[in-house]
């Protein structure tokens, strides 16, 4: 047998049929569905006269424009609220389980499908949501689906896809102190670039990050769709396992021993061949921030905006667009910035580790007055297990609040929005003109650099608070 690849030994193994020169028709493991693009799709079965194929293969909450403050009341704004209740209508009518406000499992989709164990090595995974790629940290295809996507797959349990091309992005070294697994696909897109990996799904591998926990690796996979990739997966190892088998809805339903057999074969075989291989090391990586509107605009904390001699032909004008709806400058250092908010939370940094990242810093120290914080967790057990950790009390000492789970400032289609013109320190996944609020000027970074910036008031090297 030809050496192979991981991704395509999870893909041919969920192949239902081939068309020839053109796309697969692939088998979908698990589906998740939440308020925002689920209800033209249920709107479409519903017209067609067709049930859910498969319900108990489809798992949905309410995330994306839920309230973070009293949600045991009504949702405020219509547009919401309406949606949140036709996703829990419909939920009941096709018999698929649903976790909605208030509901001890609620949380954002890529949260709460890994810490209630339906994300496993091996699956393939979709969602109408671009940041399914997250689910590929554990050896899995994941990758987000459009609205008429997501009715296909509730109609048959499969999905019509051309199979993309590979791409491998090997990691050395070790990360520095200091520096996370968001600074370092921050690093990784801001040399690929935001299109450099489109039509590949990438497989991260690699000394620096086989050293990951499973909440850092879920971080990268996170933003492999910033550059263009239809997902990132990494191969699952014992840093997978020994998560997995901590969450009391595996070892007790599975037989156990059966799964590790066949998740340790899932792996790229020795000369398995990619379209496209890059190396990165780690070593070299320091905190990142950006200073555009998109991803792959990001330096060094320590470093300075590019120059006009830095930038590309041709791609000028949209430099400087972006920079001057960000009020900045060609060859301007940010370190000293002011900034008015800081955001942790969201899909990408809104976990446990996240959470106890930003508190270790904040420790015995004063959020900065100028400062308006939002600490989202990024579901009702991260919620709970920071009260039961302390970490709560460590941060109201602080001078930080807890809020409740929901996507919040990520996307800011509830209250959590940010004022136009006002800067935000973020650790959501992008920052787009408007991602976080109309006007509002968004700043990327790692838990670290945002609880520095929290303290400070601007923008600030976190390594300076770290022994």
């Not at 190396?279 to 990001?298: L, V």
């Not at 408007?434 to 970074?445: E, F, S």
Request: charged share 20%; with cysteine; aromatic share 8%.
């Amino acid at each position: 047998m030809e050496p192979n690849t991981l991704f395509d030994k999870i893909w041919d193994a969920h192949v239902v049929h081939s068309v020839e020169g053109g796309p697969d028709v692939l088998y979908i493991d698990q589906h998740y569905i939440h308020e925002v693009t689920s209800p033209q799709a249920f709107e479409g079965l519903k017209k067609r006269g067709l049930p859910v194929f498969r319900p108990e293969k489809t798992l949905a909450t309410a995330d994306h424009n839920i309230p973070t403050a009293n949600q045991h009341l009504p949702v405020k704004e219509e547009l919401s609220r309406n949606q949140v209740e036709k996703l829990r209508e419909n939920c009941g009518k096709y018999g698929i389980e649903f976790f909605g406000l208030n509901h001890p499992k609620n949380g954002i989709v890529h949260v709460i499908g890994p810490e209630l164990g339906y994300t496993q090595p091996g699956m393939t995974i979709v969602c109408g949501d671009s940041h399914t790629s997250t689910h590929g940290a554990f050896g899995a295809i994941a990758f987000g689906i459009g609205t008429s996507e997501v009715e296909m797959v509730l109609a048959t349990q499969c999905i019509i896809q051309p199979k993309p091309k590979k791409m491998r992005i090997n990691i050395t070294g070790k990360l520095n102190k200091g520096v996370t697994a968001k600074d370092l696909i921050m690093y990784i897109i801001s040399q690929v670039s935001t299109g450099g990996a489109t039509g590949y799904f990438v497989e991260y591998s690699g000394n620096a990050v086989k050293e990951l926990s499973m909440e850092a690796r879920m971080t990268i996979c996170n933003m492999s769709i910033e550059m263009g990739a239809r997902g990132g997966l990494i191969a699952a190892d014992e840093v997978t396992f020994r998560y997995l088998k901590y969450l009391p809805s595996l070892p007790g339903n599975f037989d156990w021993n059966s799964l590790l057999l066949k998740w340790r074969d899932l792996k790229s075989d020795p000369g398995a061949e990619f379209d496209r291989e890059i190396e990165f090391n780690a070593d070299h990586i320091k905190p990142m921030i950006t200073f555009g509107t998109n991803p792959g605009m990001a330096v060094a904390i320590d470093d300075s905006i590019p120059t006009m001699d830095d930038v590309s032909a041709g791609l000028e004008p949209s430099f400087l667009k972006s920079l001057d709806y960000m009020g900045f400058v060609p060859g301007m250092k940010l370190i000293g910035q002011p900034v008015d908010y800081v955001f942790l939370g969201s899909c990408t940094n809104g976990r446990i580790e996240d959470i106890r990242a930003f508190t270790r810093l904040v420790k015995g120290r004063k959020k900065s007055p100028d400062v308006t914080a939002l600490i989202v967790p990024g579901s009702k057990f991260v919620e709970q297990q920071a009260h039961d950790e302390g970490l709560v009390r460590i941060l109201n000492k602080a001078g930080f609040e807890l809020r409740q789970p929901g996507c919040s400032s990520c996307l800011a289609m509830n209250e959590d929005k940010i004022p136009a013109g006002k800067y935000a320190v973020s650790t959501s996944n992008r920052n787009f003109e408007g991602r976080q609020g109309p006007g509002a000027r968004t700043i990327l970074a790692s838990p670290l650099t945002a609880a520095a910036a929290a303290l400070t008031g601007k923008i600030t090297d976190p390594r300076e608070f770290i022994d």
